[in-house]
């Protein structure tokens, strides 16, 4: 028999997954991809909450409808002119009385390089299987909730709205450059669509996915050298060595995960 | 008993019953635990009136120090020496293999082994009477009893609710082979007085019990059962 059987229940573990996840806190990362056509540099961040647990015999911790709340941010850079042709105001000469001819300049619209910036924050609900791991890294042991497989995370809502963004955000951009006003509609449509939702998917999935992939929260965490009483002088502080650790989950007339733990003096 | 084995061989009783968590001490553990108290604070096992009471244990940190005992007559007063040995607690049910009779390990308790010497400094007053030897001679003289005891676990909470210490009273303790009855009976209260003052130093927080897994405030316990110290509670 291990030196100390510690079990929680569903219940319980609903308010551990909840300590784990504020611990976890916040999750970022930044990279570059493709946005449709465009190349765009990102960074995002995440956070995780709520969720309900559902403890299966004898090595799962289903975890359902847990939030993640993110907020995405990107610029993409392209030409102009790559959407909208180039054009020439010809030369125009005129004949004036007692001066002569009188020519306008060719003037020329070379369309600017513009860059995008967007921003979005939404939340996506997923559900998942997590499995304990136990791991002694450092003098800490750790048991951790790890993520098994990779859930299906429905963006398509926040793809639509990122669409709308980059239009609001690409006319913002737009509207300052010179000659601009009778064709920027046709500008910010040509954007919105040469990226449409499978771009902004394509960008979307790739940054969000991997916050999910890689989850693992942290159920227990001490150190193996595990204090019992403080110092309290004159007495030095009394610890025990953690010499082993296990979890699992067991079923009996109600489900719970069960850690064991032997420890020498 | 390998992990799995044990967890199959748990009955259908959920461990944490009705509450959300639930916190077993094995005795292997709790021995494990007191060995350690024991073992960083040897002062509270170790009691003594003067460093005239020779060790082991050699450094004086490892002895609390106390007043001779008074009486007319005799200089300085008696010098004396109480040490226990690291207790051996098993919990309910026995199985240290039988305790001494009259003591009954009952549902919910701890019987424990120990040892205690005692130490008497033994001297004379010749030096008053004798211009030889001016210096009062003190000798000590010293008895190991092995005895056992039975107990109790209780819960002491203090600051946030549900969260406090576990510890340990010594009910009646057993010294076998006196004689005269009443001269055992006499020391049998001396050193349970003794015993019970000394492992009343040791206080448990919660979360040793548990080895820091699941924050709780305890709603139920201590249990002593199955040969194991047991706490429920909730999750902080």
């Not at chain 1, 939404?122 to 951790?144: E, I, Q």
């Not at chain 2, 130490?119 to 003190?138: I, K």
């Not at chain 2, 009273?169 to 082979?177: F, L, N, R, T």
């Amino acid at each position: 028999m291990p030196d100390v059987i510690a079990a929680i229940d569903e219940g319980g573990a609903n308010d551990l997954v909840q300590d784990a996840e504020a611990a976890l806190g916040t999750l970022s990362d930044s990279g570059s991809g493709s946005l449709g056509p465009f190349t765009a540099s990102w960074s995002a961040s995440a956070t995780f909450s709520g969720g309900s647990a559902d403890l299966i015999a004898p090595n799962t911790i289903r975890l359902a409808d847990v939030r993640m709340d993110y907020t995405v941010s990107f610029t993409f850079s392209f030409d102009l002119s790559s959407i909208i042709p180039d054009f020439c105001l010809p030369q125009v000469c005129v004949n004036v009385p007692f001066i002569g001819r009188v020519c306008t300049p060719r003037i020329c619209i070379d369309w600017p390089t513009v860059t995008i910036p967007v921003s979005h924050s939404s939340f996506v609900k997923f559900t998942a299987d997590f499995n304990p791991s136990v791991t002694l890294v450092g003098g800490v042991w750790k048991v951790d909730l790890v993520i098994a497989g990779v859930p299906s995370l429905q963006l398509g809502p926040a793809a639509a709205a990122i669409i709308v963004a980059i239009g609001a955000a690409a006319a913002l951009v737009l509207l300052p450059i010179p000659f601009i006003g009778p064709v920027l509609a046709i500008a910010v449509a040509a954007i919105t669509a040469a990226i449409g939702v499978a771009g902004v998917l394509g960008l979307l999935g790739p940054i969000l996915s991997p916050f999910v992939t890689g989850l693992r929260f942290t159920v227990y965490e001490q150190p193996q050298v595990f204090e019992i009483l403080p110092a309290a002088p004159p007495d030095a502080a009394v610890n025990v060595t953690l010499t082993a650790i296990t979890a699992a989950v067991v079923s009996t007339d109600e489900d719970e995960l069960v850690l064991n733990v032997d420890f020498s003096p | 008993m390998p992990c799995e084995r044990y967890l199959a061989t748990l009955v259908m009783m959920s461990l944490t019953e009705t509450e959300e968590v639930h916190a077993g001490l094995n005795e292997s553990g709790a021995n494990d635990l007191l060995t350690a108290v024991f073992t960083a604070r040897p002062r509270l096992l170790n009691y003594r009136s003067s460093p005239l009471i020779p060790g082991p244990p050699a450094s004086p940190a490892a002895w609390t120090t106390m007043p001779a005992i008074a009486f007319p007559g005799v200089p300085g007063g008696v010098g004396w020496g109480v040490q226990f040995s690291i207790p051996i607690i098993d919990f309910h049910p026995d199985s240290s293999g039988g305790l001494p009779p009259p003591l009954v390990l009952g549902v919910g308790r701890f019987s424990l082994r120990t040892t205690v010497t005692l130490t008497l400094l033994c001297g004379t007053r010749r030096g008053e009477h004798d211009p030889d030897n001016p210096q009062a001679a003190v000798m000590p003289l010293r008895a190991k009893l092995e005895l056992v005891g039975i107990g109790h676990t209780n819960a002491v909470y203090f600051g946030t609710p549900g969260q406090g210490e576990v510890t340990f009273d010594v009910d009646a303790i057993e010294i076998v082979d006196i004689k005269p009855d009443e001269l055992e009976t006499l020391l049998e209260c001396l050193i349970r007085m003794l015993l019970d003052a000394a492992l009343g130093t040791v206080r448990l927080p919660f979360q040793a019990v548990s080895a820091g897994a699941f924050a709780f405030a305890l709603v139920r316990g201590p249990e002593v059962e199955n040969d194991q110290l047991k706490l429920y509670g909730n999750v902080l």
